[in-house]
């Protein structure tokens, strides 16, 4: 009896192990998730311990507001607006207070917005006295016909909504004078009129910046946000990935994408929609589709993206030296990283 005792309770086990592997996933599916990054564009590795934790309390604080929100119920559209906000704020990242100059020492931001539950979406390229101008893209999804405004338009429009302004010089910091002042030392250096027209910067890093947000509600709907300053030194008013949606962001019913990184790249290969397209027809994961464009399709240091799709699940994928990011879920996921983990 001892023995059939035993062989049946083994077999229990081996049923009941089974079972919690089999339903694990569908137990430990979040409710909802959210991912967050500032950009490709990291410190040295050789950084001090400060100034990573500078960096690491940012993310913590925008994270934690967009996690604040989740857990209240909230849309995923309003977290990401809003999260992407702390971050325009934040001068440590290269959208709104912080953003990089261009080459005659003044500020043009760039900001979209995509609701993956209607396909709504909404940007501006080239704005230079809008405060967070994530919140202007928003207005031009939800009140005009359009989808992309720029420049004198974008202005005048924000304006007529009544969205914050501030003057150019509001988005000045000491530390990105000092990165346009060895860029254009760089330049001249070339001797060319046309400079840096197709060689990249010494360091990488400089092309680089951008924050941005993806999220899957309590509703399962997806949105994604994305903000930058574009490249350091940019001429000609050159428009990144950021505000081209499927470029640089992205959302739809089974994804939500945010990139960081050289926008031309990201414009070339349509980043942001190309790994929509692999979850919809090529039948990946999202982190199979992620690693595939980040790895196999984008160059190294082109930089890297952050995704969540409908269940929950959450990536973060580059390719560059490191990628400012958190990711957090309902199953008490909360995390954030500048180098590998």
């Not at 925008?62 to 209240?72: D, F, I």
Request: net charge neutral.
């Amino acid at each position: 009896m001892s023995i059939r005792l035993a062989v049946a309770l083994s077999s229990f086990a081996v049923l009941a192990a089974a079972f919690t592997a089999c339903a694990s996933p569908f137990a430990a599916r979040p409710t909802w998730a959210i991912a967050i990054h500032g950009g490709a564009g990291t410190l040295e590795r050789s950084a001090s311990v400060e100034q990573q934790q500078e960096h690491r309390i940012a993310l913590e604080r925008a994270l934690q507001a967009g996690r604040e929100r989740l857990m209240r119920g909230e849309s995923a559209v309003d977290v990401v607006e809003a999260v992407v906000r702390v971050l325009e704020d934040d001068p440590h990242f290269n959208a709104g207070k912080g953003a990089v100059f261009n080459e005659k020492g003044e500020h043009e931001l760039d900001a979209s917005i995509m609701d993956g539950s209607t396909m709504a979406c909404g940007a501006v390229a080239g704005v230079r006295t809008v405060k967070n101008p994530v919140s202007l893209a928003r207005l031009v999804m939800e009140k005009t016909r359009h989808v992309l405004l720029m420049g004198e338009g974008a202005e005048h429009f924000a304006t007529l909504v009544g969205v914050e302004r501030v003057e150019n010089s509001w988005f000045d910091t000491d530390y990105r004078k000092k990165v346009l002042e060895e860029v254009l030392r760089e330049r001249k250096q070339q001797g060319s009129a046309l400079g840096d027209a197709r060689s990249a910067p010494r360091d990488p890093r400089h092309d680089y910046g951008t924050v941005g947000c993806v999220v899957r509600d309590k509703n399962g709907r997806l949105a994604a946000a994305t903000s930058t300053g574009g490249l350091t030194g940019k001429r000609w008013g050159r428009v990144g990935d950021t505000p081209i949606v499927g470029a640089g962001n992205y959302a739809d019913s089974l994804v939500a994408v945010s990139g960081t990184g050289t926008g031309e790249q990201f414009i070339r290969h349509t980043v942001a929609r190309s790994i929509g397209a692999r979850v919809q027809f090529g039948g990946q994961s999202l982190e199979q589709a992620a690693t595939a464009l980040v790895h196999g399709v984008l160059k190294p240091d082109d930089g890297g993206v952050i995704a969540v799709d409908r269940d929950g699940n959450l990536v973060a994928a580059y390719n560059s030296t490191g990628m400012y990011r958190g990711l957090a879920d309902s199953n008490g996921r909360f995390e954030v990283a500048i180098f590998e983990k």
